[in-house]
Structure formats: structure tokens, C-alpha cells
């Protein structure tokens, strides 16, 4: 009998040389799939990064709001007939049974009658608006447990609004601070009753 040619070889593959490009296509998938994984964990990473760049960088420019707030806040709702004559900043809530903190308020005016709590975005949204429902509410849980039966009022304070936001923030009963150069303003349209807590 002839002994094939490696002609007829390559033209009737046995096992051998089969399970050889299986073995190196495995290994080529393998190692592609090894690629695909370290690039997406580097874009993760990175995506990680930029996400938090992009956090800090509106963190920053919230504070930077604040910043432009907290100096003309009081005189602004004096203006309006109020008589604070205090204002605090970063006020905490503490859940006396757990001392944990329940409620964060950015900016708390207050005197003997009244009490506003006045958050402070750089660009609220309707979550915001939400959110400062519920903080009120905690606030006033607060109040009731400590004897403190002052009026209390929340607003919104921010740099950007939609007319929207503007709108929903008004429907919920919070004064409406918006900054407007070095200073701010309260919008109060006509038939504007404030919400109580």
C-alpha cells in the first residue's frame, strides 16, 4: 500500500491534526475573551472614575450655591415679613434611639413663630422636590416630639431651574429661591399660600 502524500494529507485530515486547530482555536478564544474582560473591566474603571469626577464636580458646584445663598437668605424672607434671627447651615437630624442621622437640612432659618428649611441644588429636579416632602415631614415628627410647635415651611433654592420644576416646586408649597447674580430671589406669585408643617 502507498504511503499518502502530504498532499492527500492535507486533504483528509485525520484526528491528530483536527484536535490541533480545535486545541489553538480554543486557546484563541480563550485569550480573545481574556481581551474582551480586561477591557471592560478598564472601561469600568474609568467609567467609575468619570462618574465620580462628574459627582464631585456637582457636589462642588451645589456648595458653591449655597455659598451664594447663605449670605442673603435671611434679609431676602425678612423682606417678605419674616423676623429670623437665626440661620444655620448643614443642620442634622438625629434619631435620638439610634443616634443616626434622619434628616439633613442644607440651610434652616428660624425665630420664635416660624422655621424654614431650604434645600439647596445647583439644579433641582422632581425627585428633589420629593425628597424635601419627606424631610419636611421628618422635621416635623422632630418638632411634635420636642414640644416645638412652631410653623415650618421648606424651600427649594438653586441656579437652574425648568419652568417645570418651577411650577412643581411652587405646587408643593415651598418657596422658590433662585440665584441671580450675587444675590437671590424668593418667588412668591399672586395667591401663593406656602405649605405648613
Known sequence: ???PTTYEKKQNPIF???WDILQKTSLMQQENARQMEKSREDFDRRFAETDRKISKLGSRFGEMVEHLVVPNIEGKFNELGFAFTRTSTNVKIIKHETSDTSAEIDI????????????VKAKPNQDDVDDHVIRMEKLRCY???RQDNRRYHG????????ESIRAYILKKGFYLIEQTGDTVQ???PDGFVPREW
Request: hydrophobic share 60%; net charge negative.
Open 1 to 3: 500500500m502507498a504511503t
Open 16 to 18: 491528530e491534526d483536527v
Open 108 to 119: 434652616f432659618l428660624e425665630n420664635g413663630d416660624v422655621a424654614i428649611a431650604v434645600e
Open 143 to 145: 418638632a411634635d416630639k
Open 155 to 162: 424651600a427649594v433654592a438653586g441656579a437652574v431651574f425648568s
Open 186 to 188: 424668593i418667588t412668591v
